[in-house]
Every structure is written in structure tokens, then in C-alpha cells.
């Protein structure tokens, strides 16, 4: 039997499903009309009329991605609760990764200079992935932070692009990554990457993690819920890490280190990398006092 929790978290994700569908609906239908209206006189108002047909097709199907991703977590909560395994209750990331047909997911949100605002894993293979790329400063999510295109990266691959991230990311059994930008609008605000331990080679996949993202950027990470405390709310923020131990060491280390943040953060990470640990790990031990870098 569901216990009264997981029957409400269920309710509220099935109740987002079908609000997203009538969205799609309503953008589907203003789609429609326009499209219809093609050829009506004056001529002049063709462009117009085409442009606005697009825009509620492209609304339509951010909808319609952000209903499945709310249907998926859904029942994947139903069979994590019938099943009864020990493993945590999975997270929203678990549903996104599901839609990838990938393993593991992770959202990295990036200020304009590049610093990490919020993260969200599924898994623990995506936590020990983003923890890898922090440490090391380069791997997927940064690459499409400092404008790249969407990637479908496999096997050997993984370490001819990123050496050490690569070399790493296949010592944690991953096989496969794809990384696409999280956009809201026409501004990047971060990064999606998914992974696999499987080779994979399906030419779709870029365009289907595409399509998440820009569901989760315009849609799900743009509507949450703001309580009376500003504190965001929502199934996907659950897991939400908001770097605030990272930023506040960054401040900590600047002051003892008479330096900017730039190279605050550059001594965290090289005190990470040269103990094999996560950047959180250093920034906890720094913030505690028991470690200091100048």
C-alpha cells in the first residue's frame, strides 16, 4: 500500500501532467488558427501570422515534453513505492534521465561568470561526474556554458575531449554523455548532461535532450513555486544543491589569501584535485576551519 506521502506526491505530479496537456492544448489550438489563416487578405499579415503559428507550435511541444517528464516521474514513484526496494525515493532527475534514455542526469545552473549557482543530480553517478568536471574545471557542462553546441560523446572519445574528465568519467563506468544548453528564451542560463554506461550512437539523442531542456529551462525551472520565504519549490528542487558552502569558502579563502574569487576558487579546486575529494568536501573542511590554503 502507497503511504500517504508518495499517494500525494504522485496526485501533485499527475496534476502538473495534466495542467501541462491543457496547455499544450490551448497553444496547439492558437497554432491551428493562425495556420488556417495563411492565406486570408491582407497579404501583409502572412509573416505575421506564420511567425505566430511557430511560436505556439514551439509552445505546444515544450508543454506536451514537460507533461510526459511530470507522467514519467509519476510512475516512476509508483513503482519505487510498490516495489519497496531500500534504495531512496528517486528524485525528478530520474525521470529526466529516463527521457533520455540515459542512466544518469544532471542540471548545472552558471552565473554569467561561469560559477556554479545550483546543481541537481539524479544519481550518484551524475553527483560523482559533476564533481569531477568542478574539480578538474573542464568537461561537457562548461563546454556548452562557454557556448557550445549540444554533444554525443562515446567511448574513446570521452578522453580525447576532456583528458582528464574523460579518463575519470570512464573509471566511473560511464560509456556515453550528451550535453545540450539549458536556455530560457534566448539566454543560457546552464547546462544538461546525461549518461550512459552503454554506447550510444542514436543521432536523435541530441535532439531529444534538446527538447527536455527546454522544457525544464522554460517551464519547470521558470514557474516553480516561490513560497513567502523565497525559497523555490517543487519536486525537481527536492534534491536542488545551491552551492552555498562552495560560494561561502570562496569568500573565506579570498580574505585569507588577500585574492580575487577567480583564484580563491582555482586554490579550492587544486586542493580537490590533489586530494582526490569533491570541491564541496574542501569547501566544508574550510569553512569549518580545519583547512586553510595560504
Known sequence: MLSAEIRDLITAELREYHREL????RAAALAEKYEREFERRPESMRPFRERMAALNRRMEHRHRACAQLHRSYALRLRRWAEQGTPEPRPGFMTAVAEELRMDSAVITLFDDDLHELLVICSDATARAAHDLEEVVGTGPARDIALGGNGLLVSGCGLVERWPEFGSAAVDLGIRTLVAVALRAESRRIGALCAFSPQTVSATETV?????VADALANVVLLTAAVSTRNTVR???FEDADFRTEVHRAVGVVAVQCACDSET???LLRARAFAESVPLTHIARQVLEGTCRLC
Open 264 to 266: 580563491a576558487l582555482t
Open 22 to 25: 491543457s496547455s499544450a492544448a
Open 234 to 236: 517543487g519536486a525537481l
Open 207 to 211: 535532439a531529444i535532450a534538446d527538447s
